[in-house]
C-alpha cells in the first residue's frame, strides 16, 4: 500500500509569489489533513477534509491560504501571496473514516522557504 | 485553549530504558497519541491511548492517566535507531485534528 505522498519535496519563493503543494493520501483514506511546523516549532494542525468537505478548517492562519480536495481525492493547499512567516515544513496526512483514535498517516512534508 | 508539555531533550544508551512525559491541558479530551520523528522524515505514528492505563506495543509502551492529564511513552531495549524526535498529541472530543507537544529530542548513545 503507497503511503502519503506529498509533491514537490521542495519549494524556495519569493515574497509575494504564489506556491501551490499538492498531497495525495492513501487510497480509500476519507480523512486529510494539512498541519505545519514553522522555524522548529511544535507541528500546528491547520485544517481537515472528509471526502471533499472541510470539516474543520479553524487551524488556517488567514485568507492568503486556500485549500481544496477536488473529488475526495488528492488535496492542494495554496498559499497567494507568500510571506517570510510561511516558511516552513508542510505535512499532509490521512486516515481511515472509522478511526477511532489518533492515528494518522503522514506524508514526507514539503519545505517551504519565502525568501 | 490547548497545551502540552513534554521535556524538550532526552539522553539515554543503548540498551536502557527511557520513559518521556506529557502533560496535557485541553477543554474536551478524546486521546494521546506518540509520534516519532527522525530528521526530515515524516512523523510515524506509534501509540495511541484513549482510556486509562498501559497500550504495549513491542518495545514501545505508552501510559495514560485522564485524572492527572498525563501520560508517557516507554522506550525499552533503546536501539541507536531510536535517536528521533518524540510528539505527544492530544485529540479533543468532536473534532480529529491532533495538537501536538513541542517534541522531545531524544539521543541514544553508544
Known amino acids: 500500500e503507497a503511503g502519503v505522498t506529498q509533491f514537490p519535496s521542495h519549494s524556495v519563493i519569493e515574497k509575494g509569489q504564489t506556491v501551490t503543494l499538492r498531497c495525495d493520501p492513501i487510497?480509500?483514506?476519507?480523512?486529510l489533513y494539512w498541519y505545519r511546523r514553522v522555524m522548529g516549532k511544535e507541528i500546528k494542525f491547520l485544517l481537515h477534509f472528509v471526502k471533499e468537505s472541510k470539516q474543520d478548517e479553524s487551524g488556517m492562519p488567514n485568507n492568503r491560504f486556500l485549500a481544496e480536495r477536488t473529488g475526495g481525492t488528492y488535496s492542494t493547499l495554496k498559499v497567494q501571496p507568500a510571506e517570510l512567516e510561511d516558511s516552513g515544513v508542510y505535512f499532509c496526512?490521512?486516515?481511515?473514516?472509522?478511526?477511532?483514535?489518533?492515528?494518522?498517516?503522514f506524508g514526507p512534508g514539503t519545505r517551504l522557504t519565502v525568501t | 485553549g490547548q497545551s502540552l508539555e513534554q521535556p524538550s531533550e532526552v539522553t539515554a544508551v543503548e540498551g536502557a530504558i527511557v520513559q518521556i512525559n506529557c502533560t496535557y491541558q485541553t477543554s474536551g479530551f478524546y486521546g494521546l497519541s506518540w509520534y516519532q520523528q527522525h530528521d526530515g522524515g515524516a512523523p510515524t505514528f506509534l501509540s495511541y491511548?484513549?482510556?486509562?492505563g498501559l497500550e504495549e506495543t513491542g518495545r514501545f509502551s505508552s501510559f495514560l492517566s485522564r485524572s492527572d492529564s498525563y501520560g508517557y511513552l516507554l522506550l525499552q531495549e533503546l536501539q541507536m535507531k531510536d535517536s528521533a524526535s518524540y510528539f505527544c498529541a492530544v485529540r479533543d472530543t468532536g473534532r480529529r485534528a491532533l495538537t501536538f507537544g513541542s517534541g522531545t529530542r531524544l539521543q541514544v548513545q553508544p
Open positions: 496526512a490521512s486516515s481511515k473514516g472509522l478511526a477511532g483514535g489518533g492515528e494518522q498517516y
Open positions: 487510497s480509500g483514506h476519507d480523512n
Open positions: 491511548n484513549g482510556l486509562d
